[in-house]
């Protein structure tokens, strides 16, 4: 099933229905920076410039309801996935149904926030739309030439800037079922021409290279065989790079051109959620949280750490920790690079600042709320994007400096339920320790979407404006005079 929908009249800032439960706070500057904006950049795919520092100047650090939320947009049905933009379009992708029947991409202008084209299609396989499983989480990745896009119910498709179909394939009916505990959430990576596909299922998982021209495989490999909602990250290796994924247990290393495994380090836990964060030089920084149901899972700070990948002499690879965290770790959102810091934050909130080289801390504090989205640097400060939509922005360096505290909307108080005991509890909201009972009463813990109000999933930057997605709802941030 196909459809396209054209709408040429601009979304104008406007405030949310009470029916769903919450108001949009309109935002006002206490301050912003004042540099001359160095280039423009597009956010190409998932957790792309993730530490964009002099590239975006003139966003705005603070924001009140007031004064510099440019747009809001409603999307079609609900997503996790975070926005991508090429060329002052914005394409953000969602499901719709109570089986999820509905796959929708949207893009809309980034400047008036008016929608430009909805593209929507019969889902591959269907699954209930509940908390507690994936909801169009996998991030497109765009170029030049088009949107590409891959859903949890197997959908796999090309779309051009204008919003015509170029290619589509149905993973179902090529390799099977996808059944995974919550559903397959990794977003695609690309390089050049090539677009790469996780598809880590309970059976026979497998990890795809296409050719995007024509949506053909150039190799198919086995996957990791083990529980990841992860993405693939490409790390720079010498004058290449390696496909890195991350799933309980294990990191390894592919070669992109041929599907290769190069190098696995294992003896990991926890590290289910977090995606390995490129930190230069062959090294890339892991994330890992505390496990629901190990028997290690109070180790997961020693699971969080700097991974170095290095040739030996006879012309193979090998990658090992280069330091371990002592007390930090990570929940939903992945680590962050920043110069010679390390940033974690945990299923809590506390944000740990550790020295890149050594792993030695420098600061721990508590930030507003948890983080689900992973944070990234604008001119030296960096932006934490709280669950609820709080933006904690402190000072980069050695030592904690809040700089400002937004709230992005004002939750309504959530619909009071009868409280359940822990045998009446499905499998993964039963606690594994009072810890993580403790975590998840802070709203750090549970399923991706679950929890009373909306949720902030991602955050990217683009053209001196900061995008914010939540399940139903785009948010455009920047200086008033733009």
Same mark, same amino acid.
């Given at each position: 099933?196909?459809?396209?929908?054209?709408?040429?009249?601009?979304?104008?800032?406007?405030?949310?229905?009470?029916?769903?439960?919450?108001?949009?706070?309109?935002?006002?500057?206490?301050?912003?920076?004042?540099?001359?904006?160095?280039?423009?950049?597009?956010?190409?795919?998932?957790?792309?410039?993730?530490?964009?520092?002099?590239?975006?100047?003139?966003?705005?650090?603070?924001?009140?309801?007031?004064?510099?939320?440019?747009?809001?947009?409603?999307?079609?049905?609900?997503?996790?996935?975070?926005?991508?933009?090429?060329?002052?379009?914005?394409?953000?992708?969602?499901?719709?149904?109570?089986?999820?029947?509905?796959?929708?991409?949207?893009?809309?202008?980034?400047?008036?926030?008016?929608?430009?084209?909805?593209?929507?299609?019969?889902?591959?396989?269907?699954?209930?739309?509940?908390?507690?499983?994936?909801?169009?989480?996998?991030?497109?990745?765009?170029?030049?030439?088009?949107?590409?896009?891959?859903?949890?119910?197997?959908?796999?498709?090309?779309?051009?800037?204008?919003?015509?179909?170029?290619?589509?394939?149905?993973?179902?009916?090529?390799?099977?079922?996808?059944?995974?505990?919550?559903?397959?959430?990794?977003?695609?990576?690309?390089?050049?021409?090539?677009?790469?596909?996780?598809?880590?299922?309970?059976?026979?998982?497998?990890?795809?290279?296409?050719?995007?021209? %024509? @949506?053909?495989? /150039? =190799?198919? #490999?086995? *996957? +990791?065989?083990?529980? &990841?909602?992860?993405? !693939?990250?490409?790390?720079?290796?010498?004058?290449?790079?390696?496909?890195?994924?991350?799933?309980?247990?294990?990191?390894?290393?592919?070669?992109?051109? %041929? @599907?290769?495994? /190069? =190098?696995? #380090?294992? *003896? +990991?836990?926890?590290? &289910?959620?977090?995606? !390995?964060?490129?930190?230069?030089?062959?090294?890339?920084?892991?994330?890992?949280?505390?496990?629901?149901?190990?028997?290690?899972?109070?180790?997961?700070?020693?699971?969080?750490? /700097?991974?170095?990948?290095?040739?030996?002499?006879?012309?193979?690879?090998?990658?090992?920790?280069?330091?371990?965290?002592?007390?930090?770790?990570?929940?939903?959102?992945?680590?962050?690079?920043?110069?010679?810091?390390?940033?974690?934050?945990?299923?809590?909130?506390?944000?740990?600042?550790?020295?890149?080289?050594?792993?030695?801390?420098?600061?721990?504090?508590?930030?507003?709320?948890?983080?689900?989205?992973?944070?990234?640097?604008?001119?030296?400060?960096?932006?934490?994007?709280?669950?609820?939509?709080?933006?904690?922005?402190?000072?980069?360096?050695?030592?904690?400096?809040?700089?400002?505290?937004?709230?992005?909307?004002?939750?309504?108080?959530?619909?009071?339920?009868?409280?359940?005991?822990?045998?009446?509890?499905?499998?993964?909201?039963?606690?594994?320790?009072?810890?993580?009972?403790?975590?998840?009463?802070?709203?750090?813990?549970?399923?991706?979407?679950?929890?009373?109000?909306?949720?902030?999933?991602?955050?990217?930057?683009?053209?001196?404006?900061?995008?914010?997605?939540?399940?139903?709802?785009?948010?455009?941030?920047?200086?008033?005079?733009?």
């Amino acid at each position: 099933m196909r459809k396209l929908n054209h709408c040429n009249r601009p979304q104008k800032a406007i405030t949310l229905p009470w029916g769903l439960g919450v108001s949009v706070v309109w935002l006002t500057l206490i301050s912003f920076v004042t540099t001359p904006s160095v280039m423009s950049k597009d956010w190409t795919r998932f957790q792309d410039s993730a530490s964009a520092e002099g590239s975006l100047s003139s966003v705005p650090l603070s924001w009140s309801p007031q004064k510099h939320i440019l747009w809001t947009a409603a999307i079609t049905g609900y997503g996790q996935s975070s926005p991508v933009t090429w060329g002052g379009k914005v394409f953000i992708t969602s499901i719709s149904g109570p089986k999820k029947e509905q796959c929708h991409i949207a893009a809309y202008d980034l400047k008036s926030g008016a929608r430009l084209w909805q593209h929507d299609l019969e889902a591959a396989s269907q699954a209930e739309n509940t908390n507690y499983v994936s909801r169009a989480a996998p991030t497109p990745v765009v170029d030049a030439s088009g949107v590409y896009c891959f859903f949890e119910g197997g959908n796999l498709l090309a779309i051009s800037h204008g919003g015509e179909l170029l290619w589509q394939r149905d993973l179902i009916k090529e390799y099977g079922e996808i059944n995974s505990r919550h559903g397959i959430s990794a977003s695609l990576e690309h390089l050049d021409q090539r677009l790469f596909v996780w598809v880590e299922r309970q059976d026979e998982p497998y990890i795809l290279a296409i050719e995007k021209p %024509t @949506g053909k495989n /150039l =190799w198919k #490999v086995p *996957g +990791i065989g083990s529980t &990841s909602w992860a993405s !693939p990250r490409l790390v720079p290796v010498l004058s290449g790079h390696h496909l890195v994924l991350s799933a309980v247990g294990s990191v390894t290393g592919l070669d992109p051109q %041929t @599907g290769t495994r /190069l =190098w696995r #380090v294992e *003896g +990991i836990t926890g590290n &289910s959620s977090p995606t !390995p964060a490129p930190a230069g030089d062959g090294r890339f920084l892991i994330g890992a949280t505390v496990g629901r149901g190990e028997a290690d899972s109070g180790k997961a700070s020693a699971s969080n750490g /700097l991974v170095a990948i290095k040739r030996l002499d006879d012309g193979t690879f090998n990658a090992d920790f280069v330091w371990r965290a002592k007390r930090a770790t990570c929940s939903f959102g992945s680590p962050l690079v920043h110069r010679d810091q390390a940033y974690f934050v945990n299923a809590t909130g506390v944000v740990f600042c550790l020295d890149l080289a050594t792993g030695e801390e420098k600061f721990s504090s508590r930030l507003a709320e948890s983080t689900w989205a992973t944070p990234f640097v604008i001119n030296d400060r960096i932006c934490f994007f709280g669950k609820s939509g709080t933006v904690s922005v402190i000072a980069t360096g050695p030592e904690f400096d809040k700089v400002a505290e937004n709230q992005t909307w004002e939750a309504a108080p959530p619909a009071a339920e009868p409280e359940r005991s822990t045998a009446e509890r499905p499998p993964e909201e039963k606690p594994a320790n009072p810890l993580a009972a403790g975590e998840r009463r802070g709203g750090g813990r549970g399923a991706p979407g679950a929890g009373g109000g909306p949720v902030l999933y991602a955050a990217v930057l683009t053209n001196d404006r900061l995008l914010i997605r939540r399940g139903d709802r785009l948010y455009c941030i920047g200086s008033d005079a733009q």
